[in-house]
């Protein structure tokens, strides 16, 4: 008797367990909608761009995009700033990567935004021939033009 008491109190303990790991799992099933990753879609809107590297080689690209993203991210003194494509002109990049690289972007409208932003920053584009990718310590500018 004191046998089958312990199988049904086990029985028991690992069904309540499994319900109760499946009630604390459940809400986190529906969070990957909740976006916060690392991208990995095409890009909403088609920027086109020229990128001109630091030894003057021009390149014409489409679906350009800076970290994946349809911005540009940098310090503005103490705080971040993050400026949509949709404001910028041009962007030209000065200084050392290794003390640091300054944007200065050129605004479609109002004065221009110079920010600190990381070399390993990777710009990307597609071409006729194939997909484009630059860091920004390799860049001596960028060129958007709008959809």
Same mark, same amino acid.
Request: no cysteine; proline share 2%; charged share 25%.
């Given at each position: 008797?004191?046998?089958?008491? $312990?199988?049904? =109190?086990?029985?028991?303990? +690992? #069904?309540?367990?499994? /319900? %109760?790991?499946?009630? @604390?799992?459940?809400?986190?099933?529906?969070?990957?909608?909740?976006?916060?990753?690392?991208?990995?879609?095409?890009?909403?809107?088609?920027?086109?761009?020229?990128?001109?590297?630091?030894?003057?080689? $021009?390149?014409? =690209?489409?679906?350009?995009? +800076? #970290?994946?993203?349809? /911005? %540009?991210?940098?310090? @503005?003194?103490?705080?971040?700033?993050?400026?949509?494509?949709?404001?910028?002109?041009?962007?030209?990049?000065?200084?050392?990567?290794?003390?640091?690289?300054?944007?200065?972007?050129?605004?479609?409208?109002?004065?221009?935004?110079?920010?600190?932003?990381?070399?390993?920053?990777?710009?990307?584009?597609?071409?006729?021939?194939?997909?484009?990718?630059?860091?920004?310590?390799?860049?001596?500018?960028?060129?958007?033009?709008?959809?």
């Amino acid at each position: 008797m004191v046998r089958m008491r $312990r199988g049904i =109190a086990n029985g028991l303990g +690992a #069904g309540l367990r499994s /319900a %109760l790991v499946l009630a @604390l799992a459940l809400p986190l099933f529906g969070m990957g909608a909740l976006g916060g990753g690392a991208g990995g879609g095409a890009p909403t809107r088609n920027f086109q761009g020229t990128f001109v590297d630091r030894d003057g080689t $021009r390149v014409e =690209a489409k679906w350009v995009t +800076a #970290g994946g993203e349809l /911005a %540009l991210a940098g310090e @503005l003194g103490r705080g971040d700033l993050r400026v949509s494509f949709d404001d910028v002109k041009s962007i030209e990049f000065e200084g050392d990567s290794t003390k640091g690289l300054v944007a200065k972007v050129t605004l479609r409208k109002g004065d221009p935004v110079d920010l600190k932003v990381r070399s390993s920053l990777a710009f990307s584009g597609q071409t006729a021939v194939g997909a484009y990718q630059i860091r920004a310590r390799d860049l001596k500018s960028l060129e958007l033009h709008g959809d």
